[in-house]
């Protein structure tokens, strides 16, 4: 598997496109109006993680989310964990682009992959959960997370992943390199 599936010249890019691709699932996330939806006929709500937008005879009203602590906690710690993996990124990219591998620099990019996840994880459990609090206050039925939850999901969850991975490739640094003799079976 090693041989083949982690060839240093062929796919050393791997990793920092899928850091690439958290990292837009993370700017999807954040700009998102898909985090919840509330229906209560005739009335409906959209929020993003920034604001609640209710419709009403009137047109769309809209508050904002940051005006409550549990708001300005999960906004905070999203956006906390969506710029490690930014760093990540780059850092990534630092680590691959040199001819010869840094594998103790990889190792650090694993644990600040968990570092993001966690911060990530603390906000989209804080986030439905308040959510839901601040929904039935306000009498509405029927809420469900969307779309841009859920990428905020696969960015927590592809940054769990890529943490495991850069952890767990020094360990096959020679064989990446091909200083170990091949065994045929």
Known sequence: MVKYGLDYTRCRWILPLLLGLAMIFGIIALAGW??????????TQLGSLWQLCTSGPDGWTCESLLKYAWGRGAAATFLVGFV?????????????????????????????????????LIALVIYPVMMSKHLDNLQRMNSQFDWSYGF???MCLMAIGLGFFFCCLPLYEDHILGNVKPIYY
């Open 152 to 154: 905020g999901w696969t």
């Open 34 to 43: 898909g985090w919840v939806t509330s229906e209560a006929l005739p009335v």
């Open 84 to 120: 490690i993996v930014c760093i990540c990124f780059a850092l990534s990219i630092i680590a691959f682009a040199i001819t010869t591998l840094r594998f103790n620099f990889i190792r650090g990019i694993g644990g600040l992959c968990f570092v993001a996840a966690l911060f990530s």
